[in-house]
């Protein structure tokens, strides 16, 4: 591990911005306490759209919040409207709620998690499926608290699963613990295995870190079985196979936001909460593109919250195309804040946004989002917590238009050269760099589509934060169209790709399967197929080692090379190029 615990001023200063947030009237209908929410376009209408669980108090009393529900806000011409017609039968708090397309039918779905005033004592994981005009529960299961959501296709069968970490009760073991469980997804039916330790009073994140096209997972939080607060990174070794590779000093009471801060094309993340009594951190660790990551301090802007609730989001606020994060909860002196930084592409470090808004100092049980509610491209910001008022401790949940004025920001171009190649029952994708007006090409995102039918989605339908990926299906359709578009910092999407780069009986081959081994290696591997040209690249697009003519099954020496993940380009004796991830471990 490499930990950085001397800070140069150059990673972080105060800045005063020209950009200003500014409250929306009327932005969110209710304030809600130990809320969650989550981001997306539940009616299919291209905007933006919102729900949001937590417990509320009905009758605007002013006493504590004593009803829990789940209010699903529609984004009717840049205002967001509660929607009844989509109101859930069931609400939770002091939990998780995300969007997820269970059924694959381009409408999304709802997962949620946590506990109800109608019964304190089982908390319950509900799945609700989008009929189109109302959502309908479709399974209810244990469930947890004090955790968080994680929505994924971890298995790459084009259907999104999803992971969820906290606390229950464990009846087998009759006891409370934590951990993460995987929920399987099979043609919209969920298959539960245990995946990772987990934790409460923490969060768990799905990311590709090493750019392999696996799905890793990082973990923080209070651990109950262990009495220790975590920070765990787990690789995966391509077989489903979890490995922990680095082990940072715990951090609880926080959450994790991930993103490429400093545009090299690996995925970094930062967290927030308390290390130790009192102690409370503020840390972003940037990705060392060799499965590891340096761990960086921003001294004594530390803050934690007092649940599992999303407090720190990711996003571009000042639109320069970078990502920046915002935070919000308490100090080690209950003094509640939101605090933003900015990424400084100039010093590689972060900038402190001091400049007045109307943005409240919220903490406590808090948790907050981003969202283009206006459809700008400048995200806004939502804030969901407890602040002081009069002297009074009072439950908000704020919208904040992001109302910088001097600045655009434009969708990014789509992506081009898009390619296809299956191997057996597994179809990978590739295509070059999008380009974008603000955002680098190696920091964009992409939204891959595939279906059976010219712009159809039924086989897989979402974000992937490198230029290729990869599917398997137990048995390839007859015809397969697909298409992606890009992403940049500020959620501002482009138009689909044309679907030129469509797979279908006319215009592909299924490839016999050429294969190279051992893999992960350490000094050469072998192919099982004659090539006119080996090609291998870093995960970036560079270019390290090219020979020629080489006959199968002979040893290629990569003892040059250092650890990491590489593409293998393969151009056969019959013309045909094929892709390989290779893994060297020194």
């Known amino acids: 591990m490499k930990r950085i615990t001397l800070f140069m001023a150059s990673f972080f200063t105060i800045t005063s911005f020209a950009q200003t947030f500014t409250e929306v009237v009327d932005g969110v209908s209710r304030d809600f306490f130990y809320s969650s929410s989550s981001v997306g376009d539940f009616d299919g209408d291209g905007d933006a759209d919102l729900v949001i669980c937590g417990a509320v108090d009905p009758e605007n009393s002013g006493e504590f919040a004593n009803t829990t529900i789940c209010a699903v806000y529609e984004n009717v011409n840049g205002t967001l409207q509660e929607n009844t017609d989509y109101a859930l039968s069931n ?31 089982n908390y319950k994981n509900y799945i609700y499926i989008n009929t189109g ?81 696996e799905l890793d997972v990082a973990v923080m939080g209070f651990d109950t ?33 991930v993103a490429d ?16 009594e009192n102690l409370y951190s503020l840390k972003v660790y940037l990705n060392n593109q060799d499965e590891t990551f340096t761990e960086t301090e921003i001294p004594n802007e530390g803050i934690g919250v007092s649940n599992g609730s999303k407090s720190i989001a990711a996003g571009d606020f000042n639109n320069d ?59 806004d910001l939502l804030v969901s917590g407890f602040t002081d008022v009069n002297g009074e401790y009072l439950t ?96 501002a999407k482009s138009g689909f790709a044309p679907t030129s780069g469509v797979l279908s009986t006319t215009n592909y081959t299924k490839t016999p399967a050429l294969a190279i081994y051992p893999n992960p290696t350490r000094a050469h591997f072998y192919v099982t197929e004659a090539a006119q040209r080996i090609s291998i690249y870093t995960t970036s697009g560079q270019l390290v080692q090219s020979l020629e003519n080489v006959y199968e099954n002979t040893p290629i020496n990569t003892s040059a090379l250092t650890t990491g993940v590489y593409i293998v380009q393969i151009k056969t004796l019959t013309n045909k190029t094929q892709t390989k991830k290779l893994i060297i471990q020194k």
């Open 91 to 121: 609400g939770i708090h002091l939990g998780d709620v995300k969007f997820i397309d269970v059924n694959q039918d381009g409408l999304l779905d709802l997962v949620l998690t946590g506990l109800s005033y109608l019964d304190i004592v």
């Open 133 to 213: 005009s109302s959502y309908q529960l479709q399974e209810t299961i244990q469930g947890k608290i004090m955790g968080s959501i994680a929505v994924a296709d971890y298995n790459h069968n084009g259907l999104q699963d999803y992971v969820i970490n906290g606390l229950y009760f464990d009846q087998a073991a009759n006891k409370v613990t934590n951990k993460v469980d995987l929920y399987t997804n099979a043609n919209g039916t969920f298959t539960k295995s245990f995946l990772v330790p987990g934790s409460q009073m923490g969060d768990v994140q799905i990311a590709d870190f090493n750019n392999d096209m």
């Open 396 to 491: 908000i949940t704020r919208l904040y238009e992001n109302a910088d004025t001097t600045t655009t920001n434009q969708a990014p171009n789509a992506p081009s050269n898009l390619h296809a190649e299956t191997i057996g029952n597994r179809i990978d994708f590739s295509w070059d760099l999008a380009t974008d007006d603000k955002t680098p090409s190696e920091a964009l995102q992409y939204e891959i589509k595939v279906g059976t039918t010219d712009g159809g989605a039924e086989l897989a339908q979402y974000v992937v934060t490198t230029p290729f990926w990869y599917l398997t299906f137990d048995e390839l359709p007859e015809d397969i169209y697909w298409t992606v578009r890009s992403i940049d910092a500020s959620q």
């Open 321 to 379: 195309g970078y990502y920046d994060f915002v935070l919000m909860g308490d100090d080690a002196n209950y003094n509640s804040a939101v605090k933003i930084f900015t990424y400084n592409s100039a010093t590689g470090g972060f900038d402190k946004y001091t400049n007045p808004t109307e943005i409240i100092n919220a903490g406590g049980p808090s948790s907050l989002n981003v969202i283009d509610y206006n459809s700008d491209n400048k995200l």
């Open 225 to 257: 079985d262990t009495g220790n607060r975590i920070l765990n990174v787990y690789m995966n070794d391509g077989q489903g196979n979890l490995i922990e590779k680095q082990n940072f000093t715990g951090i609880s009471g926080g959450t994790i936001a």
């Open 261 to 276: 801060f400093n545009v090299d094309g690996y995925l970094d993340f930062v967290t927030h909460g308390v290390e130790g």
